[in-house]
C-alpha cells in the first residue's frame, strides 16, 4: 500500500495513506498518514468481534473523525485494501462512500468481504456465502467469536453495505483470477472486475550461491524440498509435510521456515525446523538452495511465498488450490490435486530428475517477467488515470 503511494507521488499524485493508529506499525514513506481510531477503540473492538461476533461494527466514532478528514482532504480516488483490522465501521464508511461521488478501488486481499464471518472457506468446503451465510462453521477462526454466531446478519449487513456503491463508481480489484471468479457467484456479481497480482521486490529474491546457507542449516548435498509460512496450521499443510517426512529417501530433506517450539516437537527427524530466518537475503538463499518449492496449502488467495521461490530459481509444487496454481506454469513447476501428499513428493522428484539447471533460467525468467512489484504498482497506477480521466 505505502509503495504504490509512492509511485503514485512520483506520477504526479499526492498521496495519503490512512492506517489504525491501535493496531498497525508504518514504515517511513513521502505519503501523508492519516491515522484512524487508537488502542482504545481497537480493543473495544477486539471486544465486540469476540463477543458479539460484530467485527466491523465497532470504532463508530473513529470511523466518523476519518470520513471528516476525508472530506477536508477532498481524495479524487479512495484505494480500499483491507478494513476489517479492528479500526473501521464499514456501515459508516460504506454510507459515506456511496454518496460521495469519488471512484473506489478496493484491492481483494481475502473473502472477508463477502462472507458472513470468515476470511477463507475452502478447507471445510462452505459455500453458504453464495446465498447467505448461516451456523458459521469458523466461528472459531479469525476474526474469532468465543459465544455468539452472527454471520447470517453479518452477511446481510455487508451486502447492504456494500452492494450501496454505485455499480459505475467501484473498481474491485481481486489479486487472482481465482478470487474474481468467486467473487462473481456473491453479491458483487455485476460490478467491475479487474485483476491485479501482487508483485514483489525481484531484486532481493534473486538466484544466489547455496553454499553458505546449507552449511549454516547442515543440509549438506540432501535434495531439499522447502516450505515457508508465517504462521504453520492445517491449512497451510503442516499434516502433509509430515506425511512427506515418512516416505523420504536417504537422499532428501525437508526444511520448513515458521516453525514455532511446538510445532518442531511434531517434526520428524528428516524435517529441519526453522523459526525465521536472519534476513530476507538469508530466506532467498534458501528458496534458491531448495531443489522444489513445495506449498501443500488448503486455501489461499496469491501465494507470496510461490512468487519469492520462482524469483530465486525454484520452481512451486503446490496443490490446486485457489489462486496458489497461477503462478505455476509448465517450466514453474507442477500442480497436483488437493490432498495428494504423495503426489506432492512425486512431483518434486521429477524436478529432481531433470535437474534443478533445467529450472533455475526459466523461473527468474518468468518472475522478471511477471512478478516484479514496479510493474503490478504501474497498474494501480494506470486504473487512477482512467478514473480520473488523466493522463
Given at each position: 500500500?505505502?509503495?504504490?503511494?509512492?509511485?503514485?507521488?512520483?506520477?504526479?499524485?499526492?498521496?495519503?495513506?490512512?492506517?489504525?493508529?491501535?493496531?498497525?506499525?508504518?514504515?517511513?514513506?513521502?505519503?501523508?498518514?492519516?491515522?484512524?481510531?487508537?488502542?482504545?477503540?481497537?480493543?473495544?473492538?477486539?471486544?465486540?468481534?469476540?463477543?458479539?461476533?460484530?467485527?466491523?461494527?465497532?470504532?463508530?466514532?473513529?470511523?466518523?473523525?476519518?470520513?471528516?478528514?476525508m472530506e477536508q482532504i477532498k481524495p479524487d480516488v479512495i484505494h480500499i485494501h483491507n478494513i476489517h483490522g479492528y479500526f473501521l465501521n464499514y456501515r459508516i464508511l460504506f454510507d459515506y462512500l456511496a454518496k460521495c461521488d469519488i471512484p473506489v478501488v478496493w484491492t481483494v486481499h481475502d473473502c472477508w468481504l463477502y462472507t458472513g464471518h470468515c476470511y477463507y472457506y475452502s478447507y471445510v468446503r462452505c459455500n453458504r456465502w453464495q446465498e447467505g451465510c448461516h451456523d458459521c462453521p469458523q466461528r472459531g477462526l479469525f476474526p474469532t467469536s468465543l459465544w455468539h454466531d452472527r454471520s447470517e446478519q453479518n452477511y446481510e449487513d455487508?451486502?447492504?453495505?456494500?452492494?450501496?456503491?454505485?455499480?459505475?463508481?467501484?473498481?474491485?480489484?481481486?489479486v487472482s483470477e481465482w478470487i474474481k471468479s468467486e467473487m462473481q457467484q456473491s453479491f458483487f456479481r455485476g460490478y467491475d472486475f479487474r485483476v491485479i497480482h501482487n508483485g514483489i521486490n525481484t531484486e532481493a529474491f534473486q538466484v544466489y550461491d547455496s553454499t553458505e546457507v546449507r552449511k549454516k542449516y547442515g543440509l549438506?548435498?540432501?535434495?531439499?524440498?522447502?516450505?515457508?509460512?508465517s504462521?504453520?496450521?492445517?491449512?497451510?499443510?503442516?499434516?502433509?509435510?509430515?506425511?512427506?517426512?515418512?516416505?523420504?529417501?536417504?537422499?532428501?530433506?525437508?526444511?520448513?521456515?515458521?516453525?514455532?517450539?511446538?510445532?518442531?516437537?511434531?517434526?520428524p527427524g528428516k524435517v529441519v525446523g526453522i523459526a525465521r530466518t536472519e534476513n530476507i537475503r538469508q530466506l532467498a538463499e534458501l528458496y534458491a538452495a531448495a531443489d522444489a518449492f513445495i506449498n501443500p496449502t488448503w486455501q489461499d488467495n496469491y501465494p507470496t511465498v510461490n512468487m519469492e521461490a520462482i524469483a530465486c530459481g525454484t520452481p512451486v509444487v503446490t496443490y490446486r488450490t485457489g489462486g496458489s496454481v497461477e503462478a505455476v506454469t509448465e517450466e514453474t513447476g507442477f500442480v497436483?490435486?488437493?490432498?495428494?501428499?504423495?503426489?506432492?513428493?512425486?512431483?518434486?522428484?521429477?524436478?529432481?530428475?531433470?535437474?534443478?539447471?533445467?529450472?533455475?533460467?526459466?523461473?527468474?525468467?518468468?518472475?522478471?517477467?511477471?512478478?516484479?512489484?514496479?510493474?503490478?504498482?504501474?497498474?494501480?497506477?494506470?486504473?487512477?488515470?482512467?478514473?480520473?480521466?488523466?493522463?
Open positions: 500500500m505505502q509503495e504504490i503511494g509512492e509511485l503514485a507521488i512520483r506520477n504526479g499524485w499526492e498521496s495519503y495513506i490512512a492506517y489504525s493508529r491501535g493496531r498497525d506499525g508504518i514504515k517511513p514513506c513521502t505519503s501523508k498518514l492519516v491515522p484512524v481510531g487508537n488502542k482504545w477503540s481497537v480493543a473495544w473492538h477486539g471486544v465486540k468481534t469476540r463477543l458479539l461476533d460484530a467485527h466491523g461494527l465497532a470504532s463508530s466514532g473513529a470511523t466518523r473523525q476519518f470520513i471528516r478528514r455487508k451486502r447492504k453495505a456494500f452492494t450501496s456503491m454505485p455499480k459505475d463508481r467501484l473498481v474491485m480489484v481481486p549438506g548435498n540432501k535434495h531439499v524440498l522447502l516450505g515457508v509460512a504462521i504453520w496450521s492445517k491449512e497451510k499443510g503442516l499434516d502433509d509435510f509430515i506425511q512427506m517426512a515418512e516416505r523420504l529417501r536417504e537422499d532428501e530433506l525437508i526444511v520448513l521456515v515458521g516453525v514455532k517450539p511446538e510445532e518442531r516437537k511434531r517434526l497436483v490435486e488437493q490432498g495428494d501428499w504423495q503426489g506432492l513428493l512425486e512431483a518434486a522428484r521429477q524436478v529432481e530428475q531433470r535437474g534443478k539447471a533445467y529450472y533455475q533460467g526459466r523461473c527468474r525468467e518468468y518472475a522478471l517477467a511477471h512478478f516484479k512489484k514496479e510493474d503490478r504498482y504501474a497498474d494501480y497506477i494506470r486504473l487512477y488515470d482512467e478514473l480520473t480521466m488523466r493522463g
